[in-house]
């Protein structure tokens, strides 16, 4: 039996989980793995986000992002 904590650490995951890990929309996420601009795999007719380079990408990922004024 998988734990929430453990949910949270796993790298890539359907949308749905990745939607509660993230907190974006379901909708956002399955169009960005549409057109390319959310990084992901996809196993058959299912996408796997990497969740992990999603955060990077948006500068969520609790580091040292920089913002340029």
């Known amino acids: 039996m998988q734990t ?3 949910d949270h650490m796993t790298p890539f995951q359907k949308i749905a989980q990745a939607s ?3 907190g974006l929309s379901q ?3 399955r169009r960005g793995c549409r057109d390319g601009s959310i990084p992901h795999t996809k ?3 299912t996408f796997f986000v990497n ?3 999603l955060l990077r990408q948006l500068g969520a ?3 040292g992002a920089v913002v340029q004024q």
């Open 27 to 29: 909708y956002y996420l």
């Open 43 to 45: 196993s058959g007719q």
């Open 61 to 63: 990922d609790g580091g």
């Open 20 to 22: 509660k890990t993230t």
């Open 51 to 53: 969740v992990p380079a």
């Open 4 to 6: 929430m904590a453990n």
